[in-house]
């Protein structure tokens, strides 16, 4: 085999982006190029992203985002072996956008297209990374998706456990936004927390000690909003203790939920010596939930593998990944009918 060349496309939330991604005759990726446009500031007044907003904002960057990855690259569209674009799940303009470009682009360069899950871009991303062999457990946390899933193959998966309510990124959202804290507010509490008492609070830990693997974070949200309602006016040392206390309580739920897993890892696959739990998704940029996770894995003998930051959170590379690796295990193109899906597990 010769290497693979992809373009890669990603609009399925608030970051337009584009990469070309090479996978050498040895099964190695390579990111070539990698640009990421984010449009933080068009949301952040609403705090949250306004879907209509997000569509014409990629309409407006997508075409230029392509062209600068490819010539960062150096080549031209000609050169590419494949494009891939994201299909779902995510806000139906923003992918609407993505994959009719991705089309169109495949069309009048005759190269196949490969429709990609957004979900199986962040699940593939270790093997880019990290030469990751299967099977492995990944976690997803960010601000749409909360999952936990094993990763047996290329589109292979089991889903071990998802959030019934609230994604974890967006729990930290809303609670800053509760506290008064700026959009996105995961970073805003993280910093706030650093100040603060995190056993002032104890608040509830859902779903810990129950066997299924599933998340829910509202009970968690509604008790920290019953606990800045009963202080007023919140002083800037409350703020600190309610973030520090909410991410002990997120701590050790991972803790629970995630320990669990890799228990049931290790009993399905007990002739891996060292299995490997990898992070995906905005939230794993979290201090205290990496550490919680080395921990985990410290205690339960696997590696844990955190891809750089800019691959944990939504890019291009990974979708130009995830159709390399579909291309090299021999697995079909879409035609060119091809829908996007807003909901797709
Ligand atoms: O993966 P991502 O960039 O976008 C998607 O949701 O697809 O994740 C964004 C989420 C937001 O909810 C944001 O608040 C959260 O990740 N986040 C964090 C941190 N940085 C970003 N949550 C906790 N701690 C952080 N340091
Ligand atoms: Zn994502």
Redesign the pocket.
Known sequence: TRPLRILGIETS?D?TAASIVVRHEDGRGEIISDVVLSQLEEHSAFGGVVPEIAARAHVEALDGLIEEALSRAGIKLSDVDAVAATAGPGLIGGLLVGLMTGKAIAMSANKPLYAVNHLEGHALTARLTDGLGFPYLMLLV????TQLVLVKGVGDYERWGTTIDD?L??A??KTAKLLGLPY????A??KAARTGDATRFDFPRPLVGEARLDFSFSGLKTAVRQAATAIQPLTEQDIADICASFQRAISRTLKDRIGRGLARFRERSPALSEPSLVVA???A???V?RSTLQDLCNEHRFAFIAPPLNL???NAAMIAWAGLERMAAGLPADPISVAPRSRWP
């Open positions: 939330c970051e960010s601000g749409g998706h994604a990124g967006e930290f959202d996105p507010g995961g970073p509490v993280e998704g905005g939230v940029a979290n201090q939930i944990c959170t939504d």
